[in-house]
Every structure is written in C-alpha cells, then in structure tokens.
C-alpha cells in the first residue's frame, strides 16, 4: 500500500454525521466492504418521480486500466444488469447525453451495502443497537460499451461469485449473452464507510440497579452469514473442486470470526 | 386474511420490469420481507444533490391506530433514528412545512431490503446468479410528534430485535431518551417485492456439451443468517431467558429451512 492509506475526502455528501467516531474514509476499508456484499443497494433517481428508485445488483470493484490495482487504490464500481432495466436504460441516456456532449456525464448513483454483525442487548431500550459495517459510494455510472472492458467486468463479477469461478465456466461467452449482458462503470466521486463494533454501553443509573442487574440479560449475540452443504444439479457429474471448497470455507470462517472478534472490541464511547 | 390477499396496485413506480415473473405485490409477502430484516436500507433526497443518500436503518410495519392488524393490511412503515441525522432533519423540515399547510406530505423515501439466500452456479457464466429476496416500499416519511405513538413505535422496533425484549429491559425510558429518540412514520404509497428462487438454468446446447458436464461442478450453494453463543456482558447475572433462546434457534433454525427450501424448489423457466 506504500506509505499512507488513500482517503476519500470529506465533504457535505460522504461525512458520517451522527456518530462521527465509527466513520472511515480509507478506500481500502470501503472497496473491501463493497465487494465483499453479495449484493449492493443501487439507488437512483427517476424522472418525474420523487422517490429515488433502489435495486439489490451485483457489483465488484475494479480497474480496467490498472487491473492489478489493488482495493486500497482509485478503483471503478463495476455493476451486472441488463439493459431493458430502468437503471440501464437511464444510464444509457445520460451516456447518449454525454456522448453527444449534452454533458451530464452519467446517472448519478448511491450504492450502498450494510453487513450485521451482532445484536447488541443492554439494559434500556434506549441502548440497544446492531454491531454493523456498512459503506455507501456515490457516482457517475455509465454504460460499458466497449468489448474488452465488458468482458473484463464480466470475470470480476462472475469471480466475485465464487474466486476462480470465471475460468471453470463455459468459456467464452456466446456473443448473444454478452450482448445481453450489460454492464455499468460507476465513476466514484466519494465515499464513506460507518462502523460499529464492541459490547454494550449502558448507563452509570441503570449499572447500579440491582433490581435491574438481577433481572435483564444484556450481552452481545453474534450474527454471521454462512453456507449450508452445496446441492449439486442432477446433471452434475463433478465432485466440488477445492477453488470452491476452500471459498466455501474461507465465507463460512471469515464471518464467523469476524463477528466474534466485534463483539469481544473493547467499546470506546 | 379474510377472503383474498391484499395487494399494492401496479404502476409506474412499483413495477417489476425484468423478470416480471418474480415480481410479487402482496402486502403480507412484502412487510413480512421488512420485518424480518435487521436492517432497511432508506433512500431519500437531500437538496442541491444529485446523488440519492442511503442509510441502513432499523424499522418495523405497524398500525397505531390498529395495532392488532396483522401484516397483510395496510401498515406503516416506523424508522428509528437521530434528530440530529440527515434524514430526519429532512423529516423535520418537510413536516414542518406540512404543518405550515405548505403541502409536500413528508420527505419522500424509498425502503429497501434484500436477503441473499444463495449461489446459483451454472455451467454459463451467464447463467450464474443469487437465489434472493427483496422488497421495496415507496412512501412519504414525517416526524412521529405524539408521545403515545413515538412510545408505541419505540415497543414496536425494540421488539423487532428480540421478540418479547421491550418488557425485558428497564422501563419506562427517561423523558431524556424518548426526547432524544426520533422516529419517522412513513405512509406507505406503494411497494413490491421480487424474488428468485430454484435451482441451476442452463441452455441446452450447454447441457450437450459432454465436455462442460464432466468438467464443471454445477448447483446451488445455500446461504443463511445465522447466530453464534450469546457473549454476556461482564455485569450480567442472568442465565440466558427463555424468550430470547427461543428466538435466536428459531432465527438460525426459520433461515436455514428457507435457504434449503429454495434450493430445492422447482424452477418455472
């Protein structure tokens, strides 16, 4: 990573406002965040509606530049869709717009992810909460026309599916299913990620009830999100290879221990 | 339920667009969906932005004025949060405004929530997907002022952690922590729900391919939430109750059984 680690800068859009302590702004902690969600919250807005519009799509982080650029770097929010959806179709006439140098320069986008880690159970109501990550990216999103870089974003996410999983498909793709495969670049204008782990904060008051203390359970319960024993279709005829055993695993372990190792944080108020 | 389902009417806003087949508008299926997420992920505008804003929230469906009504009628949706935070100074600016007999009805939102329930692994990685389920409701959000109702919906989301949790912690909350508690009542204007569920799709002329069928492993990973050892905090004296035991093996227990069921279930191409 060399020296330092790259921040998003602050601003009115990304600054965590309540509880400003649990905000991070490292690229590293966001990107990781993000791609490490089964799905992300793309949110947008409509034409003539004044509701913004959200839909759960996948997406993973990348660089069609610098494809070894790693999560800590300036990176792209690659998003699988297709093209009749209202997301694409938008984002193909804010291209179009840009294109044809109406300027615009894209659809702007909220994407947004939120993993919960633990209940956290205190003496009041009022002290309850979730131990939590979540991340939010705002940006540009475009339509990826180019072959190449569609491609490229096609390996990610499949890969960001099951590590590996790309080259133990049917390779390549027909040319029908990459033409009806489409595929956003959201160009990231900021970005923040909210944090919050450890155990419970309660009251000095209610710490010295006895009647309390003697009455209420309080702790923290960890929650994760695990895999059950794969079902294969009836016409497989392959034993689970190892790239997916050891994903399967790696899921299984990462989250667990990750949830355990928030509720053990010492909490700092 | 009475004699048939209720259903949020179909239009612009709400449509499934892709894979209309998915698509679902039932009121039980939707605020069941919300319900049983920990967390909702709210969408709104903030002025001079182009970007919608998204935060996850906590929130549960309820009725003040029916509180019995079950989750297949017309509910609104109560988000908890902070005056000081964004949305709902929003919230305050924009009821306020509706007080001033300005119209606007409230600061319009969008409520999200998705549950991934698992990997679907194709030959194609085309043909690669989620088994999920998600839900979205449309609705304009005010500031709850009435101390009963703010109190009822205070009940309402300390329950939706733990079932039965509200009359196991230390009652009542301080004037404090209800002045400092801000809950948003949003009015529900339309909503839908989508979700995928089934095994593997894949083109015939993959499943020729005697080369794919002896080289690819293909199926459906199951995915759940589930809960690990409750850590007690170190001022806790109580043993685990019997309210919250319950609860957590019927959450890791109802999420297991749902992620094999969809696996399991045929897919209607």
Known sequence: MGRYELEYPRDDINSVKRHGEQGNYALQKIHSLINSSQLINVSFNVPDQPYPVTLPMIGQMGSFDKPSADLGHPL???IHGYVSSRLFRLGRQESDAVAGGAGGGGLAVCCSVAHVDGLV?????????????????????????DEAEKLYAM???????????????RLPPTKAEIQSTSILRVKIRSGSAKIRDGGVSDE?????????????WTGVV????????????????????????????DFKKTNEE???EAAAKEKDK
């Not at 390996?155 to 133990?168: C, H, K, M, Q």
């Not at 008051?205 to 309390?212: A, P």
């Not at 294969?232 to 392959?238: A, E, K, L, Q, S």
């Open 76 to 78: 792209d929010l690659y």
């Open 121 to 145: 159970l205190a003496l009041s109501s009022f002290h309850h909460s979730y131990n939590y990550r979540s991340a939010v990216l705002f940006g540009h999103a475009t339509l990826v026309e």
């Open 155 to 169: 390996e990610l996410i499949t890969n960001s599916v099951v590590p590996g999983r790309w080259d133990n498909t």
């Open 204 to 216: 000095k008051f209610d710490l010295e009830n006895q009647d309390l203390l003697d009455s209420i």
């Open 222 to 249: 960890p929650i994760h999100k695990t895999m059950g024993e794969p079902i294969p279709t009836p016409y497989n005829r392959v034993e689970l290879p190892a790239y997916a055993k050891e994903f399967f695993d």
């Open 258 to 260: 990750y949830s355990l």
